[in-house]
């Protein structure tokens, strides 16, 4: 039940540099939130963005939502070593109801 | 957020064998959901299983093959059963925690999975 499509498939940037992720969807959505898993672990979870906002920030994180377009991006600013790992969106509709994974980022953050 | 805690954490096993995965949570839950991710790919739901009523399943999974026990609002089990190579997968469970940190949405958080392969 994939609904969101994350692009890049993977992603290669140097430490210090920004890293951004997008992530388009099908449907409506309740809210968006974004997930590391690092090297097949369990999912971390990053943000959490409504349905009705259009920009979110976590420390070096940004997300934004555009529900016109159906898009969310990640931007991870002054990216390190330590963030490199897979990065995925899901979407869900409303409270009691799974998430719908994307197919996931591979980010690659080299010292 | 919830602490959520899977056992085992990784298992190999031989085909025709069951696993049974615990998830426990530290805090009392009304939606668990348990979640399939094959080898280089995304997640794919399982079940969703609510405390005191049957496991809901998704297309193409059966209660026979991965039931599910779910006996009160902090634990749930997945068992895989009679277990065949392409059963190789990490197999998650989430939870869903309402409003604590989202203004009034639901997050969903993950246990660190099991990391199954069957041989």
């Known amino acids: 039940s994939q609904q969101g499509e994350e692009d890049p498939q993977a992603l290669s940037i140097q430490e210090g540099e920004n890293a951004t992720m997008n992530c388009s969807y099908k449907t409506s959505i309740n809210n968006l939130q974004w997930y590391r898993q690092n090297s097949g672990r369990g999912l971390v979870h990053l943000i959490l963005?409504?349905?009705?906002?259009r920009e979110k920030h976590s420390g070096r994180l940004r997300v934004t939502l555009d529900t016109s377009k159906k898009s969310s991006s990640l931007l991870i600013t002054a990216s390190r070593a330590a963030d490199t790992a897979s990065y995925f969106c899901a979407t869900d509709g409303y409270s009691g109801y799974a998430l719908n994974f994307g197919k996931g980022t591979s980010l690659l953050v080299t010292p | 957020s919830a602490v959520i805690s899977q056992k085992p954490s990784r298992d190999i096993c031989q085909r025709g064998t069951s696993l049974t995965i615990q998830c426990q949570v530290d805090?009392?839950?009304?939606?668990m959901f348990w979640y399939r991710q094959q080898p280089g790919q995304s997640l794919t739901l399982i079940a969703t299983?609510?405390?005191?009523?049957?496991?809901?399943?998704e297309s193409g999974f059966v209660i026979d093959k991965f039931p599910i026990s779910r006996p009160n609002l902090t634990f749930s089990t997945l068992t895989v059963s009679n277990m065949s190579p392409e059963d190789s997968s990490i197999y998650l469970c989430?939870?869903?925690?309402?409003?604590?940190?989202?203004?009034?949405?639901?997050?969903?958080?993950f246990g660190p999975g099991t990391r199954l392969l069957v041989l």
């Open positions: 299983a609510n405390q005191g009523s049957e496991a809901t399943y």
């Open positions: 963005i409504r349905s009705n906002e």
């Open positions: 989430s939870v869903e925690i309402f409003g604590r940190t989202s203004g009034g949405s639901e997050t969903q958080y």
């Open positions: 805090s009392q839950v009304t939606m």
